[in-house]
């Protein structure tokens, strides 16, 4: 077992008590009275030590070579996985998610860097043709400055490296505001950067509030860009913010992510994915299947296996190996989902599998996961992000009713279709409203090389990680010279 211990924040390249001297706990959802690690709670002063600090810095950083900021990046990867166990161990225990789920958010976030590191050898301009034939005009890739990252708890490794490494390898520096329920992993996550020997000031990670380091980051002017994961209501406060002061700003929030199953579906896979892509993680991805939309012609044959395949999934403390769904991330969480289930079904849905707490020696925020039919579109649980284990089948007669259906939400992250039909399936790549479209596959899941964000209320409309990054965390200057 990991041992206890308190995180300071690291600024300047240094690890330093905030000035509040008050320590924020964090418990193991599987076994709330067992303290996983505390963290500083930091203040506004707190903050602009580490704006100061990456501002000053940037002016050096950026003057390296993309390869050479790469090899920051190659040196990070490394010891990633050198501490993997370690990081994945403390990612387990603080939010729950299991140990074979943790090791792999950590080795995808080596990947992730090794990605990026290999990005600083690539173009960063274009020559453009001049109307004036004795002159030379090209266009030049920059950094923006100093950026900002507010990142959740449901993937405290994978989400913060995202952000970083391309942030990092186009010349910027970099704050990180992780939320205080993995503020632990996330230290964990910065230790690797520390010990990669990055310059003083260019990583800066602090903890605490949201409304005071994450509201300090959208507010401050010398912040150039906000990059946010997380809710709604908070990803629309940190756009009103950067927004007034001229700032840039990314933002990924919610989803409410449609699967369909058409007749001619391969079922036993339709079933697999909808399980893995709805339930795996407790159900805390943004990009979860929450809606299974199925064509009425095979719809009896579907939910029968997916209960029979349901009844097998084990409940428990995410570091044991028989283990299938950990907990849910926080009591707040827990009690949350649970709420929605209630809601589902005095709203006249029915609760066809689980939804009950589950017990535990060591107590913890287990629920069994829950599968709702006769859902309706206009059904709570058929429009609002539950962030939680929560299937709700919903049957059509067609593949244009089904996907009418899958958009009639506020939401467009992630989208799936289950078919053989080639017209199907076209027509459901140009009609689904998702920035994230997938066929015969899950929808909970990205590769790192690929642009992730969605349409409508899930985004902002930029797009994070592959090469789209560069367009959020770089600007572009035009050069003209005659001689």
Known sequence: MSETKTYLNFINGEWLPSSSKELVASYNPASPSEIVGSVQNSTEQDLEKAVSAAKQSQKLWRKLSGPERGEYLYKAADLFEQNIDSIAETLTREMGKTLVEAKGETKRGAAILRYYAGEGMRKEGDLIPSADRSALMFSKRVPLGVAGMITPWNFPVAIPVWKMAPALIYGNTVILKPATEASVTAAK???CFDQAGFPKGVINFITGRGSVIGQGLAENKDVSAVSFTGSNSTGRQIEKAVAERGGKYQLEMGGKNPLIVAEDADIDLAVEAALNGGLRST?????????VIVQEGIYQDFKEKLLSKAEKITVGDGLKEDTWMGPCATKDQFENVKKYIDTGQKEGANLIFGGSPVSHEKGGYFLQPAIFENVTSVMTIAREEIFGPVLALMKVTSIEEAIELANNVEYGLSASIFSKNINHI???IDDIEAGLVRINSETAGVELQAPF???????????EQG??????????KTIFIKG
Not at 283 to 291: F, I
Not at 467 to 476: D, L, P, R, V
């Open 467 to 476: 090469e789209a990054a560069k367009e959020f965390y770089t600007t572009q």
């Open 426 to 428: 076209l027509t459901f």
């Open 189 to 191: 996550v910065i230790e």
């Open 453 to 463: 964000g969605g349409m409508k209320a899930s985004s902002s409309f930029s797009r």
């Open 283 to 291: 159900g805390q991805k943004c990009t979860c299947s929450s809606r």
